[in-house]
T-cell receptor, first 114, second 111 residues
Framework: EAEVAQSPRYKITEKSQAVAFWCDPI?????LYWYRQILGQGPELLVQ????????DSQLPKDRFSAERLKGVDSTLKIQPAELGDSAMYLC????????????FGPGTRLTVL | DAKTTQPPSMDCAEGRAANLPCNHS???????VYWYRQIHSQGPQYIIH?????ETNEMASLIITEDRKSSTLILPHATLRDTAVYYC????????????WGAGTKLIIKP
């Protein structure tokens, strides 16, 4: 069964450093999402792509976060500089649909900022 | 102010129906209600979605009130593997829509 791949699975970094997360969606899925999930809370949508275009980044802290999906396939989420409050699980999801149903999630990247 | 309201936790006996409520009084008229669940240490899993009518699939049923201000997810015959956090999700807002995942309900299925 096809799965969403994410790497790394775990990342420990120091405050003010740059970090990057990678996501490879299920083949053929045009919609890709990045979420942040703080322990004990529900996921928070950071950015939604439709192919290579951003369709929603209203909740992305653009002063330090950036996301790209250059060829409309895999995607990278970057944080520069990282802050202590960025410690969280970063989840990637893909979907064959344009709305929010049938999202398939990857295993996530656990980020710890020291 | 919360956009969705769910009880923080619920218990259900194995084999019984689990009914999980969600209040979403600020939902717009043309926005769907989505339900996902997250088993410990895994990514969320899609369950079901609906607009106005009741919906059923192989996993669950979704009952939406006529005024659309609340809904109930029903797992007809809960098993131990249904133990998870269940999220009710809506998109709310005026000029700037935001997708809102609530804090979820921790459902514990007991033998």
């Amino acid at each position: 069964e096809a799965e969403v791949a994410q790497s790394p699975r775990y990342k420990i970094t120091e405050k003010s450093q740059a970090v990057a997360f990678w996501c490879d969606p299920i083949s053929g899925h045009a919609t890709l999402y990045w979420y942040r999930q703080i322990l004990g809370q529900g996921p928070e949508l950071l950015v939604q792509f439709q192919d290579e275009s951003v369709v929603d980044d209203s909740q992305l802290p653009k002063d330090r976060f950036s996301a790209e999906r250059l060829k409309g396939v895999d995607s990278t989420l970057k944080i520069q500089p990282a802050e202590l409050g960025d410690s969280a699980m970063y989840l990637c999801a893909s979907s064959p649909r344009r709305d929010y149903r049938e999202q398939f999630f990857g295993p996530g990247t656990r980020l710890t900022v020291l | 102010d919360a956009k969705t309201t769910q009880p923080p936790s619920m218990d259900c006996a194995e084999g019984r129906a689990a009914n999980l409520p969600c209040n979403h009084s600020t939902i717009s008229g043309n926005e769907y209600v989505y339900w996902y669940r997250q088993i410990h240490s895994q990514g969320p899993q899609y369950i079901i979605h609906g607009l106005k009518n009741n919906e059923t699939n192989e996993m669950a049923s979704l009952i939406i009130t006529e005024d659309r201000k609340s809904s109930t997810l029903i797992l007809p015959h809960a098993t131990l593997r249904d133990t998870a956090v269940y999220y009710c999700i809506v998109r709310v807002g005026g000029s700037n829509y935001q997708l809102i995942w609530g804090a979820g309900t921790k459902l514990i299925i007991k033998p």
